[in-house]
């Protein structure tokens, strides 16, 4: 699990619609609501600023936050978002609740490494396709990795790694692979250059059946 981001709140007091753009309309302070597990949902104004810049973290929207409400710290994980749909700045922010002892299930960011050294692109002449750039993972908040990494050395022209192939830390599972095999899908795979391989072409010669001999109709 990495360090966890902090951010500081205060109780919201004024509510509404109305006191929400008031306090949008400030530019120092955002609204939000913390929710879930056994205490009542609190209302929360947050720094604008401060805000932003745990933003800017990528593991933003995967990881822990302690939220210090009024010096109370709670740890949660952001749930979603409100954007303006101009300029895209942070209208409203949810937080859900975690509790150590119990499961929670959020997206993780894929980190793909090696990729200029992976066999297919470096002597295959493949490219590589991303399918996914995050996966839904179940752990309890202490096993919550910042990020998966998906190694890319050995992987092939033609050839995908699946989720099932994905090394995962202690204690993470992932959701989709409860569903069944059949939800299994391709993670990242490498894709054939155009026109296919020089041996794809070889074989396809010599499998090709050879053209009648003219002067043997004469």
Known sequence: MSQSIELNASLRTDLGTGASRRLRRSGERLPGVIYGGENAPQPVTLSANELTKAMQQEAFLSQIVNVKVDGTEQQALVRSLQLHPVNEKVLHVDFLRVEADRP???????????ESKCVGVRTGGGSIAHNLVDVEVSCLPKHLP??????LTALDVGHALHL????LPEGVVLVALGYGEDHDIPVVSVQPPRGGTAQAE?????EAPA?????AED
């Open 104 to 114: 929670i299930q959020t997206n993780v960011p894929l980190h793909f490494i090696n």
């Open 146 to 151: 910042e990020f998966i990494e998906v190694d």
């Open 164 to 167: 099932s192939d994905l090394n």
């Open 202 to 206: 070889e074989e396809e010669e010599e």
């Open 211 to 215: 053209e009648p001999d003219a002067s």
